[in-house]
């Protein structure tokens, strides 16, 4: 079994975050600039083999009243363009509702953190909500 890495994937920035070795714990890895949907594909590929990813985790952002908007249109093009890429690493998708609010509100409740720093943190932050949810969910089964 490899790591799990969760994506906030957006059209300027993609949060990532990564499994501990056991796929219990999900951490803040990085944000990466998007740079189109199949260079973002590939440069995330990159990352899961040099960090022996074996399972890829995007958040799918669903409104609260279930329908779909641009974004989440955007994010599955991006999920195909990664299947077309690889057959090695799993792809999974979960309902990221709210994530990116969680975690505004902690970082500026708990971490009381500027708007400027908050801006480069929050993306990898929404990541690692997503990824866990989906590792807390998977544990249960």
Same mark, same amino acid.
């Given at each position: 079994m490899g790591r799990f890495l969760g994506i906030d994937y957006g059209k300027k920035r993609i949060g990532l975050a990564l499994s501990d070795i056991m796929a219990i714990f999900a951490q803040p890895f990085d944000v990466i600039e998007s740079k189109g949907i199949k260079n973002d594909a590939l440069n995330i590929l990159k990352i899961s #083999?040099? *960090?022996? =990813?074996?399972?890829? =985790?995007?958040?799918?952002?669903? &409104?609260?009243?279930?329908? !779909?908007?641009?974004? @989440? !249109?955007?994010?599955?093009?991006?999920? %195909?363009?990664? #299947?077309?890429? $690889?057959? !090695?690493?799993?792809?999974? =998708?979960?309902? !990221? &509702?709210?994530?990116?609010?969680?975690?505004?509100?902690?970082? $500026? %409740?708990? @971490? *009381?953190?500027? &708007?400027? #720093? &908050? #801006?480069n943190v929050r993306d990898k932050i929404a990541a690692t909500f997503i990824l866990q949810t989906y590792l807390d969910i998977k544990a249960g089964c």
């Open positions: #083999k040099e *960090n022996s =990813v074996s399972c890829i =985790v995007i958040g799918i952002p669903i &409104r609260l009243d279930t329908s !779909e908007g641009e974004m @989440a !249109e955007l994010t599955k093009e991006f999920i %195909e363009e990664l #299947k077309k890429l $690889t057959t !090695e690493i799993k792809i999974d =998708v979960i309902d !990221e &509702r709210l994530t990116t609010t969680q975690a505004e509100r902690m970082l $500026t %409740e708990e @971490a *009381n953190m500027s &708007r400027e #720093k &908050r #801006k």
